[in-house]
């Protein structure tokens, strides 16, 4: 059989060979949108990238009446942000997700999965206003004064409490992106065999230890699902801009306001004339994607390193 | 029985602890999303009835209803639906059955980078590509906008899933003489089925809530849809709108749509899950 | 589900969705028109487009919030009928549009100065000078001696001043700023009037409502929001020293009358900044809103369907204003948009 066939469908079956072509087209098709995407914002970009050179990843100012533009107050806001999320937000998948699967029992693991489902089809929006109405101020009156006076020796938590900030911001995101999170970990869990959960037992080991032995094994899984969640923490706009108070500043206080590369993009683009704006604003959407891209990689090899040793199931 | 010792006492209640703190953070999340329906339902209960569901919007002071939005985001979730899940596990699929190898792994990273794009970029890139082109707004281009969101969901999640399937399955059935396309379809899919639809039940919530880019592709309407040619309304736009308003009988009609909303995604995923229940477990 | 019967759905729903998708668009005599723009003037469009559809059964007009400059970007585009926008187009804009756009003024609104605070019983009074200098972050306290200038019955706190200001684009912060640049050559020089401008001080609120929201939770704070939202969520309006020298409140007569004082001085195209306008009773941060039309209608059907509206609105449309709290036009003014409105054309011809 000639090669580019034998390629095609190593079985010579042709039901096999349209099988893969439709596969490797539905790949191609998305790959040639994502490239599309990034070649149209870099083209749209030149100018910025021209004006302000590398200067605009370190530049802390965003004039657009003096024309003055730069990404670093965002790219800060958008990465401590997402981290704050993350940091809340994946022990408590973890933990909801080993406790429907692990230890629930059947009837109350499913009505409780379909609530924690139900978080993610709030329009955010609806996490918007719920935000300012709701979770600012109680952040503000009950949770960031306690943490100013147990933590207040260090620089993150200095500053005057509005209740509108980086962590409000981050905090919100916590609770969008724990129902992605949490039902990616708990499939993954639950497809993990039992023959792992009864060898560790058999072999005396706790429930909370049989569980660990099950985490690693979903490990891939599990960072898949960080990296959804993640992904969708920095990709977010309308409920963080309505609570993160939109400053384009670097300050170390997580209860000062801040600014993230999705915020800034939603609230200016439509407006934004100047052909320098425009571009400047476009160059943002391109190092949004460069962001994701390292971030992500960082995760994979973290992911990498831990389950280099380990067989998979 | 045996006495234990003091290190199998310590990890009981090692064990012990973190079973608690796992079911804690269980109520915490279940408390959280409480504090949430509470606070929609206090602030759109007023609004609620027969009439708000099939009623058109109305001007401020006049009532009106939400029915419109509802036939429209129903429409625009099956038009995404329908483009996104099977491309969605298309990828899925090519991603985890096609072995590893360079290219395999620059498409799984594009795919993970388009998790992260804001939805007002997939908007305004759908508007330049479509709508522009057009000339005009259509239900069409909001249906495509939030098929590329619902996409890279899909497609990580179904890979995630089908990676887990044993491997002892697609070699029992490959044993039988099935070939590889009736494996993947008939076997592995099936058997990683919960999880795909985890990962299409996700986009669809994803995409039910969505404003920005349909703000650009479907642009809205006040009356019910005739074609997918048109613009056309959704809930998220509405609710978008009265929000922002400054009228309070405009914000409770937005938290009563919100409640319709998160009930009809709560419908779709009960279906869902109904439909393609393993019947043997 | 088996596969089959999954694949047989599927082709059911891809079948029913892609026959509705092709249907023909409704009965010919329908008129469908699509406008975009400014979230300001929103709920006074749709209480317009409710009202003329009950007499014209056969127009269907839809207005989408999107704001002024997705307005602007959106008619210039051709993508919708018309577009809507609270500042005028600038003569960039004007030259980089594909034919010429007329304005048309359809009503007036205002920008009102409100805050927080606690133990205060009159709406507080401001002159010009300070709501800049608080703007800029020069004022810090409640209890400065300039802002007690002005009230000296009230009972100021010593707190700091939290100011909210607009995250996003939009044409209410262009109106403030424009105002600010006039009354404050400090503001002119360090800031400018913008609708994105670089707030020296102050966190951002998202929308009006995020604005009014933000207030309305956090104590000591201060912000500027269209006059509805202020009203509507009960929150105290400050009255703000004229060009004439008089504290005025922010009614909408004292909206038209700013208006009808700058008359004489607004040019032909109508395209005009009203802030700080002469006149004894002129509310200083008022402004026009606009609706963008092609002078050249391409479709004359749909044409003159735009160009009824937009007389019935002018004529008809200003009676239902004051309830919604938006300021009619004044009468000169409505004569000049009825110029307007009769040099539209559609192929040579006039459309009225």
Redesign the interface.
């Known amino acids: 059989m000639s090669d580019w066939r034998k390629r095609l ?1 190593p ?1 010579g ?1 042709f ?2 060979a ?3 072509l ?6 191609l ?3 040639a ?3 599309v ?1 990034i070649v ?1 914002l870099a083209s749209h970009s030149t100018l910025s990238i021209k004006q302000f050179g590398f200067s605009f990843l370190t530049s802390r ?6 024309g003055q533009f730069g990404a670093l107050a965002f790219i800060y806001g958008t990465i401590v942000s997402s981290l704050i999320a993350l940091l809340i937000s994946v ?6 997700a ?3 699967v ?3 029992p059947r009837l109350i693991a499913r009505p ?1 999965t ?17 935000g ?3 979770l ?2 109680f952040l ?1 009156v009950h949770v960031e004064p306690r943490l100013a006076r147990v933590f207040g020796w260090t620089p993150l938590f200095q500053g ?1 409490i ?4 980086l962590l409000t911001g981050g905090v919100i995101l916590a ?1 969008m992106v ?3 999170i ?3 970990v ?3 869990l ?4 039992n023959t792992q959960r009864e060898a560790a037992l058999a072999l005396g080991a ?4 049989t ?1 660990l032995v099950v985490l690693v094994n ?1 490990a ?2 599990i960072a ?2 960080v ?2 969640g ?3 923490a ?5 409920a963080v ?2 609570v993160i ?3 384009p500043e670097i300050s170390a206080s997580l209860f000062q ?1 801040s ?1 993230t ?3 800034v ?9 100047a052909d320098i704006y425009l571009s400047s604003l476009i160059e943002l ?1 391109l190092i ?2 460069a ?3 390292v971030v ?2 960082i995760a994979r090899l973290m992911v990498w390193r831990v389950t280099r040793g380990t067989a998979g ?1 | 029985m045996m006495r234990l010792s003091r290190s199998d006492r310590a ?2 209640s ?2 012990w602890v ?2 608690s ?6 109520i ?3 408390g ?2 409480f ?2 329906l509470a ?2 339902a206090m602030r759109g209960i007023s609004a609620l009835n027969f009439g708000f569901l099939v009623d058109t919007p109305r001007p401020v002071g006049e009532g009106g209803g939400i029915g419109n939005a509802i036939v429209g985001s129903g429409l625009l979730l099956l038009l995404s639906c329908v483009v996104g899940i ?2 969605g596990i ?2 899925g ?3 985890s ?2 072995g590893g190898g360079w290219f395999v792994s ?2 799984r ?13 997939t908007g ?2 759908v508007y ?1 590509v479509i709508v522009l082109r057009m000339k005009h707004f259509s239900a069409f281009a909001g249906g495509i906008a939030l098929a ?1 969101i619902m ?3 899909v ?3 179904t ?3 089908i ?5 002892s399955l697609r070699e029992g059935a490959l044993a039988l003489g099935a ?4 494996v ?2 008939g076997v592995v899919l099936p058997a ?1 089925a ?2 795909i639809v ?2 299409a ?2 986009a669809i ?2 995409v ?5 880019p349909l703000l650009f592709t479907a642009f809205g309407s006040r009356f019910y849809p005739r074609n997918l040619n048109e613009p056309i309304a959704s ?2 736009v509405q ?2 709108n009265y ?1 922002i308003s400054p009228y309070d009988e405009w914000h409770a009609q ?2 009563a749509a ?1 409640l319709v ?2 009930a009809l ?2 419908s779709i ?2 279906i869902v899950r109904f439909l393609t229940r393993q019947k043997f477990n | 589900m088996s596969l089959s019967k999954f694949g047989a759905f599927a082709a059911l729903v891809t079948l029913s969705i892609a026959s509705f998708g092709c249907s023909g668009g409704g009965s010919s005599s329908e008129i469908r028109l699509q406008g975009a723009g400014a979230t300001f003037p929103n709920p006074l469009y749709q209480k317009w487009l409710s009202e003329y559809g009950k007499a014209h059964a056969n127009v269907k007009i839809d207005y989408q919030s ?5 307005g602007i ?1 959106q008619i210039q585009a051709r993508t919708v009928d018309f577009g809507a926008s609270d500042a005028p187009m ?1 003569d ?2 004007l030259k980089a549009s594909p034919a010429e756009l007329i304005h048309v003024p359809t009503v007036l609104g205002a920008v009102v100065i409100t805050y927080n605070l606690q133990g205060i019983a009159k709406p507080l009074r401001f002159s010009p000078d300070v709501i800049a200098d608080i703007f800029l972050g020069r004022i810090t306290k409640w209890n400065d001696a300039r802002i007690k200038a002005d009230n000296a019955d009230a009972n100021l706190p010593a707190a ?1 001043i ?1 100011v909210v200001h607009r ?4 044409g209410t912060s262009f109106v403030f700023t424009d105002y600010l640049a006039k009354v404050s050559a400090d503001w002119k020089q360090k ?2 009037a ?6 020296p001080v ?5 929308g009006n ?2 604005v009014t ?2 207030i309305k ?2 104590p000591n704070t201060i912000g500027y929001v269209e006059l509805a939202y202020a009203t509507q969520n009960k929150l105290p309006v400050a009255l703000i020293k004229n060009a004439s020298g008089n504290f005025v409140e922010a009614t909408i007569d004292n909206v038209t009358a700013a208006a009808a004082g700058s008359a004489a001085s607004t040019p032909d195209d109508l395209r005009v900044s009203i802030t700080n306008a002469a006149g004894a009773n002129a509310y200083p941060i008022s402004s026009y809103t606009y609706v963008l039309v092609y002078k050249d209608q391409t479709d004359a059907t749909k044409g003159k369907a735009v160009v009824d509206f937009l007389w019935w609105g002018i004529h008809d449309g200003e009676s239902f204003a004051k309830d919604l709290q938006y300021a009619p036009l004044p009468a000169e003014i409505v004569k000049r948009a009825e110029t307007k409105i009769n040099s539209i054309t559609s192929g040579g011809k006039p459309l009225r």
């Not at chain 1, 022990?91 to 909801?96: A, K, Q, R, T, W």
């Not at chain 2, 070939?179 to 009736?182: E, K, L, M, T």
Request: glycine share 10%.
């Open positions: 469908s079985t079956n039901g096999d349209i099988f893969r439709a596969m490797l087209g539905a790949a098709l998305v790959v949108i994502v490239v995407m149209a100012e965003w004039d657009p009446v003096k022990p408590l998948s973890l933990g909801i080993i406790f429907l692990e230890q629930a409780i379909f609530l924690v489902e139900l978080l993610a089809a709030i329009p955010s929006v609806v996490y918007g206003l719920w300012i109405f709701v600012a101020p503000r005057p509005t209740g509108i900030g609770i724990t129902p992605i949490s039902a990616v708990r499939d993954v639950a497809a993990v065999p706790t429930k909370w230890e569980t979903g891939p899984g898949g699902a990296i959804l993640l992904g969708r920095i990709g977010e706009t309308m801009t309505m108070g939109n400053r306001p600014y590369l999705a915020s993009i939603a609230n200016e683009f439509t407006e934004a004339t959407g949004l994607f962001v994701t891209f992500n990689a199931a | 990890r009981r090692v064990s973190m079973t703190l796992t079911a804690l953070c269980t915490v999340a279940v959280i999303l504090v949430i606070y929609i099977p491309i298309a990828c699929i090519y991603l059955e096609f620059a498409v990273f594009l795919i993970d980078t388009l998790t992260g794009i804001p939805s007002i970029v305004v890139f330049a590329l996409i890279p969901i497609a990580r999640t890979e995630e899933m990676k887990l399937v044993p491997q070939p590889q396309w009736r993947t379809l990683a919960s999880g985890t990962g039940m996700l919530a994803r039910s809530g969505e404003t920005a809930l998220t609710i978008y929000a937005a938290w919100t909303l998160m995604i709560l995923n009960l | 999107i704001g002024s400059g997705g970007k600038t960039a804009e700091d939290a995250a996003e684009s939009s800031v400018g913008d609708k994105a401008p670089n707030w102050g966190q951002g609120g998202k409502e995020g929201g933000q939770q956090q």
